[in-house]
Nanobody
Framework: QVQLVESGGGVVQAGGSLRLSCTVSGSIFRINAMGWYRQAPGKQRELVAAITSGAGTNYADSVKGRFTISRDSAKNTVYLQMNSLKPEDTAVYYC???????????WGPGTQVTVSS
């Protein structure tokens, strides 16, 4: 069993910052890529940022320059530092980890981020 636990969501005013964390636990042979996705009401889930086992990163255009993804491999944890938040960043943020010798995606339950104007 592999479990993902997210934390750090909340309510913040526009221009503020939040830091999300996601820790992977359980029967982990290897964690490959990890990433953050978000889903706003009435919209499809979209990639926010991803990071590979080699620390290569990828960002959605809408968050470039404002969000930073990082990982602590020793702690099986990925972080998302979100600065200069905008109301349009409001969504449920989900952590995804690609785990195992035969890669398989696991998802966290999501954490709500609300940015007020």
């Amino acid at each position: 069993q592999v479990q993902l636990v997210e934390s750090g969501g909340g309510v913040v005013q526009a221009g503020g910052s939040l830091r999300l964390s996601c820790t992977v636990s359980g029967s982990i042979f290897r964690i490959n890529a990890m990433g953050w996705y978000r889903q706003a009401p009435g919209k499809q889930r979209e990639l926010v940022a991803a990071i590979t086992s080699g620390a290569g990163t990828n960002y959605a255009d809408s968050v470039k320059g404002r969000f930073t993804i990082s990982r602590d491999s020793a702690k099986n944890t990925v972080y998302l530092q979100m600065n200069s938040l905008k109301p349009e960043d409001t969504a449920v943020y989900y952590c995804k980890a690609n785990v195992g010798r035969i890669p398989y995606d696991y998802w966290g339950p999501g954490t709500q981020v609300t940015v007020s104007s």
